[in-house]
């Protein structure tokens, strides 16, 4: 499995939501992103598709959007609120989909069924990317980071950049006297949630908590992952946790992590030798993915601190009209998982996990 993360300057000028430019699309055919995949068995549905959650997913579901639209003629509103706002949503039953890069709570599975009209919400895992621990420090143009050091920076243990334990994981590397400035996700976010359990499984004495909501006793607080990066590159000295594509977008660094076998650096290889080792907590349809099992991973070489990214929809329950709605944004977004969507810096699903997220979207109704 080998992935390719590079930069395109193609879709940088797209809003923060979807809704605002897709319905010139359906006048211009062909975009500057590229063609658009053929897809069969479309619905006879029609109008906006309205969704909601997390913004890891954001860019991926401009270039969704703009697809969907030249497929279908319909269009996606999506706002990019955080995991936390998508799952509220979604359960109040505002929203078609929620976005979120953490499945629903137990108490908020019933919730979503009886939303659902009494049938199972399912997370489907359609947009997948690696965290980066991105950074803003002049002069330092490679950095390696072990997760202990990583896990201490957030915490506030760590506040200088020439930290005695920073600069013995970086020898012959010139670091700076000066503090490091945190920055979290100020909102309810997957993001967050992902990585503090990221940080539980993997060194357990440096750090016990988790949830959407990062705790704010250290650092400063931004909304959404366009809001960290921007912070970040405003911000000399500073650090965030954040999706790879945003950070490499920014042009902010992306430290090398070693997870217990020495320095990895995030790429195409090392990403794929932690998705090619991911096991599923749920059952059927449900593709929750096991994230404990990820992130506590010991193979050397893997990046294991990757997002899986769902859409929680209702297996069964929706009208006629949004049910085929729902679907076909679903299908158009399997079709189009190629080279596009690796440029903004996604990882595009394939082989038997493809397989099995089509088959979990052919069971929808």
Request: aromatic fraction near 8%; hydrophobic fraction near 35%.
């Amino acid at each position: 499995m080998t992935y390719n993360f590079k930069r395109s300057a193609t879709l940088l000028g797209l809003v923060a939501t979807s809704s605002v430019v897709l319905a010139a699309c359906s006048e211009t055919g062909d975009n500057a992103a590229g063609g658009t995949e053929p897809v069969e068995n479309l619905s006879d549905s029609s109008g906006q598709l309205v969704a909601e959650g997390a913004s890891s997913q954001q860019k991926a579901m401009d270039l969704f959007g703009i697809k969907y639209n030249e497929s279908t003629g319909n269009n996606l509103s999506y706002t990019a609120t955080g995991s936390g706002s998508g799952q509220k949503q979604f359960i109040a039953g505002q929203v078609a989909f929620g976005g979120s890069d953490s499945p629903l709570d137990e108490d908020q599975v019933a919730a979503a069924a009886e939303r659902c009209e009494g049938n199972d919400a399912w997370h489907l895992p359609m947009v997948i990317g690696p965290v980066a621990v991105a950074y803003n420090l002049e002069g330092v143009d490679g950095l390696n980071l072990s997760v202990e050091t990583v896990a201490k920076i957030f915490k506030g243990e760590i506040t200088q950049w020439n930290d005695e334990a920073i600069a013995a994981e970086n020898e012959g590397v010139e670091l700076p006297d000066s503090k490091i400035e945190v920055v979290y996700r100020s909102e309810e976010s997957g993001t967050s949630d992902n990585f503090q359990k990221f940080l539980k499984a993997a060194v357990p004495d440096q750090w016990d908590t988790t949830g959407k909501s990062f705790p704010s006793s250290t650092g400063a607080g931004a909304n959404g992952s366009t809001g960290v990066v921007g912070q970040v590159s405003a911000t000399p000295g500073a650090i965030t946790y954040v999706e790879s594509g945003f950070a490499t977008e920014a042009g902010l660094g992306i430290a090398n992590i070693d997870f217990g076998h020495g320095p990895v650096e995030l790429n195409n290889e090392t990403v794929g030798k932690a998705l090619d080792n991911l096991d599923y907590a749920g059952e059927g349809h449900d593709m929750v993915v096991d994230a404990e099992k990820l992130f506590s991973m010991d193979i050397e070489g893997a990046y294991p601190m990757v997002l899986t990214t769902y859409e929680i929809v209702c297996s069964a329950g929706y009208d006629e009209n949004t049910a085929g709605l729902v679907k076909d944004f679903l299908k158009v977004a399997l079709a189009n998982q190629g080279e596009e969507l690796e440029e903004q810096g996604y990882i595009p699903v394939s082989g038997e996990f493809k397989q099995k997220l089509e088959d979990a979207v052919d069971a929808l109704h």
